[in-house]
Nanobody
């Protein structure tokens, strides 16, 4: 019954922007910490950005100053605004919803940065 659904991925040129969205249902969204992870081909999955239930944020060093995570509790949605995209940002991006004892993942959305 828990569903986490990402959208907004696609193909973009270097220097371009994308906004990813993640809608979570079947949970009390306000109580969950939300995060965006990514996994590039042949590499480990890594945390990109996270936002707590209280609104605190943190980012991987590689995306600081370029990406912004935010949440809209009224819409059960978390966003990842990605600016100044680089080829090394190419990966499948996954949305994660987490609280004590529960951990849910979306199916992933592909982001490809290429000229």
């Amino acid at each position: 019954q828990v569903q986490v659904v990402e959208s907004g991925g696609g193909l973009v040129q270097p220097g371009g922007s994308l906004r990813l969205s993640c809608v979570a249902s079947g949970i009390f969204f306000r109580l969950y910490n939300m995060g965006w992870y990514r996994q590039a081909s042949g590499k480990q999955r890594e945390l990109v950005a996270a936002i707590t239930s209280g609104g605190s944020t943190n980012y991987a060093d590689s995306v600081k100053g370029r990406f912004t995570i935010s949440r809209d509790n009224a819409k059960n949605t978390v966003y990842l605004q990605m600016n100044s995209l680089k080829p090394e940002d190419t990966a499948v991006y996954y949305c994660n919803a987490r609280t004590v004892g529960l951990d849910s993942w979306g199916q992933g959305t592909q982001v490809t940065v290429s000229s």
